[in-house]
C-alpha cells in the first residue's frame, strides 16, 4: 500500500478481491485527516504572524506525523487481519476435535480483526482532538482544512465502528465484547468535538 499509486490502490478496492475493503478505507481517511492537520501546521509554523501559536503548533505537527504513520499501518493490517478470519473458516470440520479447532480459530480471528479497526477509532479520535488543539492559532488561509481533518477522522472513526460492530456481533465471549464494546464507545465520544470543529469554521468562514 505504501508503495501503490492511489489510482492503483483504488482499482483494487473496486475490484472483486475482499480486500482492501472498509476497513482499510477507514485507515486511510484517518491517515488523510492527520496529514491534513500535518498540512495546517506546516504553513502556520515559522510566521511572525502566529508566533504565540510556534510552540503548539510544533507539537501538533510530531503528534500528527505519528498518527499518519499509525494509521496507514493500520490500513495494511486490516486486509491482513481479515484474510486470518477467511483463513480460519475454511478449516476441516470434518471431525468433532476438528470442529471444536475451527470454532477456536474462527473466534480468535474475530476478535483479532476487531483490534484493527478499534485501534483506527482511536487514531480518528485523537486525530479529531488534534483539530481542535490547533483550531484557534491556525493560519487563517487555510482553516477550512481544519475542518477537512477533523471531517475525515469522523468519517474514519464511522467507518471503524462499523467494522468493529460487524465483528461483534459474531463474537462469542462476552468478556471480549465488552470490552471490545467500551473501548470503541470511548473513541465514539469524539464525534461530538468533530462536529463542534466543523460548525465552528463554517462560523468563522461566513463571518
Same mark, same amino acid.
Request: charged share 25%; with cysteine.
Given at each position: 500500500?505504501?508503495?501503490?499509486?492511489?489510482?492503483?490502490?483504488?482499482?483494487?478496492? &473496486?475490484?472483486? $478481491? #475482499?480486500?482492501?475493503?472498509?476497513?482499510?478505507? =477507514?485507515?486511510?481517511? +484517518? !491517515?488523510?485527516? @492527520?496529514? /491534513?492537520?500535518?498540512?495546517?501546521?506546516?504553513?502556520?509554523?515559522?510566521?511572525?504572524?502566529?508566533?504565540?501559536?510556534?510552540?503548539?503548533?510544533?507539537?501538533?505537527?510530531?503528534?500528527?506525523?505519528?498518527?499518519?504513520?499509525?494509521?496507514?499501518?493500520?490500513?495494511?493490517?486490516?486486509?491482513?487481519?481479515?484474510?486470518?478470519?477467511?483463513? &480460519?473458516?475454511? $478449516? #476441516?470440520?470434518?471431525?468433532?476435535?476438528?470442529? =471444536?479447532?475451527?470454532? +477456536? !480459530?474462527?473466534? @480468535?480471528? /474475530?476478535?483479532?480483526?476487531?483490534?484493527?479497526?478499534?485501534?483506527?477509532?482511536?487514531?480518528?479520535?485523537?486525530?479529531?482532538?488534534?483539530?481542535?488543539?490547533?483550531?484557534?492559532?491556525?493560519?487563517?488561509?487555510?482553516?477550512?482544512?481544519?475542518?477537512?481533518?477533523?471531517?475525515?477522522?469522523?468519517?474514519?472513526?464511522?467507518?471503524?465502528?462499523?467494522?468493529?460492530?460487524?465483528?461483534?456481533?459474531?463474537?462469542?465471549? =462476552?468478556?471480549?465484547?465488552?470490552?471490545?464494546?467500551?473501548? /470503541?464507545?470511548?473513541?465514539?465520544?469524539?464525534?461530538?468535538?468533530?462536529?463542534?470543529?466543523?460548525?465552528?469554521?463554517?462560523?468563522?468562514?461566513?463571518?
Amino acid at each position: 500500500m505504501r508503495k501503490t499509486t492511489i489510482e492503483d490502490w483504488l482499482t483494487d478496492l &473496486a475490484s472483486e $478481491l #475482499p480486500a482492501p475493503g472498509g476497513g482499510a478505507a =477507514a485507515g486511510m481517511n +484517518a !491517515a488523510t485527516g @492527520a496529514a /491534513l492537520v500535518s498540512m495546517v501546521c506546516n504553513l502556520t509554523i515559522g510566521k511572525p504572524k502566529f508566533a504565540e501559536h510556534e510552540e503548539v503548533m510544533r507539537e501538533a505537527l510530531a503528534e500528527a506525523e505519528r498518527l499518519r504513520a499509525e494509521a496507514l499501518q493500520l490500513a495494511e493490517d486490516d486486509a491482513e487481519a481479515f484474510s486470518g478470519v477467511v483463513a &480460519a473458516y475454511k $478449516l #476441516p470440520k470434518g471431525t468433532d476435535e476438528e470442529k =471444536a479447532a475451527r470454532t +477456536a !480459530a474462527i473466534q @480468535a480471528g /474475530l476478535a483479532e480483526a476487531a483490534e484493527v479497526p478499534l485501534a483506527v477509532a482511536k487514531v480518528s479520535a485523537q486525530v479529531i482532538r488534534l483539530s481542535g488543539r490547533i483550531l484557534d492559532g491556525s493560519n487563517p488561509n487555510v482553516l477550512s482544512d481544519v475542518a477537512v481533518a477533523a471531517s475525515s477522522a469522523k468519517s474514519a472513526l464511522e467507518s471503524a465502528a462499523l467494522n468493529v460492530d460487524i465483528n461483534l456481533v459474531s463474537i462469542k465471549d =462476552a468478556e471480549v465484547r465488552e470490552r471490545l464494546a467500551s473501548a /470503541l464507545n470511548e473513541s465514539l465520544q469524539a464525534k461530538v468535538q468533530a462536529e463542534a470543529i466543523m460548525q465552528a469554521v463554517a462560523k468563522r468562514i461566513r463571518a
